[in-house]
């Protein structure tokens, strides 16, 4: 395994350290006897068993050589462990003190604990960097998108303060749009950051699906309208264990969402069991999303091109409430191109995920309804 690199070298470096030292003085110690024999042969008679002083002398002299060349090994084995650990200490001090670009050196790869230290480390450092500019993007555009009703709210009370603005009921609507505005931002903003830090709440019970989903899209009938839109409401009855209100808050997004920026003209809302779970779409009659745009469309503030979201105006919060919403509840939001060019926006609700419950689908066929002006 990679992960016991690092040991079986201490093991093995100090192994070999060991055994050359005691080779040294074992061999060494013949070596020199050898030698010391041939040239200066012993007198006559039993030899000496026990080692004498020159002998322990001449062992000390090996076992010291032998020591050398262990300090030197375990010197140059220590340089190896510490230069990458010395480098993590310095990445981390700079981190510590603000500076998010500072990443450690793993040096030799061939310690394989140390060098997956500091890949973990570099990874965090990197992840760290990603948050900090994020919430640096995030303050910006949370403030951009309150600039504009605060300014207009100011500018109306002001004008009314100095007698510019003669009151009037459609003044008041319309600083009461720009609250209503406000109070819709922020709580697609409280929700957005419940769900990061995957502390969003959601009530679960049984839901007749079929009976929120219906009251969404009476809530958006004027709208709709007004819009050029002809809703088109399919449904299978069905009864799923999940938040009722969230999931209609959901599909108020996608139906407002579609009528910023869909091609006026059939709107079609889809509720049906699908597998093992159960799937609300809502598919329009175009332009769609760009490639590019769709792999980001459900993050938050996601915009498409600038001429459409100044033209249809939307803080790019509203699918990602969406998909906030889904996951709070173990499904998901996708997004994907219908038959006719179309956009076409799911949200998949799982029925075997112990936290959601169970799902009930009645043996009567479902029904579908159409609002609004019949297409020509």
């Not at 068993?49 to 001449?58: I, K, R, S, T």
């Not at 230069?83 to 793993?106: Q, Y």
């Not at 992840?127 to 009703?149: C, Y």
């Not at 709210?153 to 002001?158: F, P, Y």
Request: proline letters at 6%; charged letters at 20%; hydrophobic letters at 45%.
């Amino acid at each position: 395994m990679r992960r016991d690199r690092l040991s079986r070298q201490i093991t093995l470096s100090m192994s070999i350290v060991a055994a050359i030292a005691v080779l040294m003085a074992f061999v060494g110690t013949f070596i020199f006897y050898g030698i010391y024999l041939t040239w200066f042969p012993p007198p006559p008679g039993p030899p000496s068993l026990l080692p004498e002083a020159p002998d322990f002398v001449l062992i000390a002299v090996f076992l010291l050589l032998g020591l050398a060349i262990a300090i030197h090994a375990a010197l140059r084995l220590t340089r190896r462990i510490l230069a990458p650990l010395n480098s993590l200490a310095e990445g981390a001090r700079k981190i510590a003190a603000g500076d998010l670009t500072a990443r450690a050196v793993a040096g030799d790869r061939s310690l394989g604990e140390t060098a997956q230290l500091v890949d973990d480390f570099n990874v965090m450092a990197q992840r760290l960097q990603d948050v900090a500019k994020s919430m640096t993007s995030w303050n910006a555009t949370i403030a951009h998108e309150l600039r504009t009703p605060l300014t207009i709210l100011r500018g109306r009370l002001q004008g009314l303060t100095d007698g510019v603005f003669e009151p009037s009921d459609e003044l008041f609507r319309s600083l009461l749009a720009q609250v209503e505005s406000l109070s819709r931002l922020v709580d697609d903003l409280r929700i957005v950051t419940l769900s990061d830090t995957l502390r969003l709440d959601v009530r679960i019970e049984p839901v007749d699906l079929v009976a929120e989903v219906s009251q969404a899209v009476d809530a958006m009938r004027p709208a709709l309208i007004d819009a050029g839109f002809s809703v088109q409401l399919t449904t299978s009855p069905v009864t799923l264990s999940c938040d009722g209100v969230r999931i209609r808050q959901a599909l108020l997004a996608l139906l407002e969402n579609a009528r910023r920026y869909a091609r006026p003209g059939r709107l079609e809302v889809v509720l049906h069991p699908e597998d093992a779970a159960v799937v609300l779409s809502v598919e329009d009659e175009g332009p769609g999303l760009s490639v590019e745009f769709a792999a980001r469309a459900f993050d938050a503030f996601a915009r498409a091109e600038p001429s459409r979201s100044r033209q249809f105006g939307g803080s790019g919060l509203g699918l990602s409430v969406v998909r906030a919403i889904a996951e709070a509840h173990g499904g998901q939001a996708q997004y994907r191109r219908s038959s006719t060019g179309g956009s076409v926006f799911e949200i998949v609700l799982p029925v075997r995920n112990p936290d959601v419950g169970s799902v009930r689908v009645s043996s009567s066929v479902g029904y579908t309804s159409r609002i609004g002006p019949t297409p020509s």
